[in-house]
C-alpha cells in the first residue's frame, strides 16, 4: 500500500509539473509614430499594467497604415490622429467606440532666416499661400499619415494643390515625424510637424516653429478599439478596460504633466470628454 501511495502521489506531481501556466492578460495596441516616440504612449500603459497586470504590446506607423493595419484583426486597439480616416474606418465596421484622449497643435517649421517670411502670420491658409509662391523648399511626409492627412488638408483649405519641384514627397515620410524633422533640418526646409517632436528634437535641430496657433492646427488624437463583432477573437475586455482608464483622471493627470520637467511645457494636452467636463473654465 505505501509502494502504492507512492506511485500515486509520483503520478500527481508529473501531472502538476507539466500543467500550463495560466495566460497573461495582453492587450495589443496599434497606434500613431508621435505618441510612442515621444514617450506618451509608453508611459501610459506601463502604468495600466501595472495597475491590472494587463500586458501591453504596441506597434507604431503613421495613422493611414495603423488603421490598415488593424483591419486584420491582429490588434484589439489604436491611438490615430486624423478625423477623416477613423471615421471611415468606424464606418466600414472595423472600429467603435471612438474616444478623444489627448490634443497638442501642428506648427509650420522652417529656417530661423525664413527666406518664405511666414514668421508670426496668423492665418495658416495665408501662410501655406505664402510658401507656395514663394516656391521654397517644402517636405512632405506624402504617406497618409495623421500629419500628412493634416497637411494636405491645409493645403486644400488654402486653395492649393502642391506641385513642382519645391514640393519634395520625401520617400523617407513613413519612417515618422522624428526622421522627417532631422530630414527637413539637414535640407533646411519647411515642413508641417506637430509641436512635441520638435520639442524632443530642439536641441538637436536649428528649423524653427515659424507659424503656430492657428485652431487649424490642433492635432486631436482618439482611441478606437477593434469592433469585436468583426473580430471575436481580439481582447476586447483588455480593450475597453484601457479605454475607460484611459480618458480618465489618472491618466488623463498623466498627460497633463508629461513633459514639463524635461521641456518646459508639456508635450500633449488632456483632451477626455471626462476630464473636459470636469475642468472647464
Known sequence: MNFLRFVVMAAMSVSLCVLPA?????LRISSTIGPVDAGMLPLLADTFSKKTGIEITM??????KTLKKAESGSFDLVMVHARKLEDAFCAAGFGIDRRDVMYNDFVILGPKNDPAGVKGMKKVTEAM???AAAKVHFVSRADKSGTNVKEMELWQAAGITPSGDWYEKWEGGSKGNKATTLYVNEKQAYTLMDRATWLTLKDQVSVVPLMEADPLMLNLIAI??????KFPSIHKDEALKFADWVVGDEAQILIRDFGKDKYGQPLFF?????WNAKNKK
Open 129 to 131: 499661400a505664402k510658401l
Open 59 to 64: 506597434e507604431k506607423a503613421g495613422t493611414g
Open 270 to 274: 488632456p483632451n477626455s470628454d471626462q
Open 224 to 229: 478606437i478599439r477593434v469592433n469585436p463583432e
Open 22 to 26: 495560466q495566460a497573461a492578460e495582453t
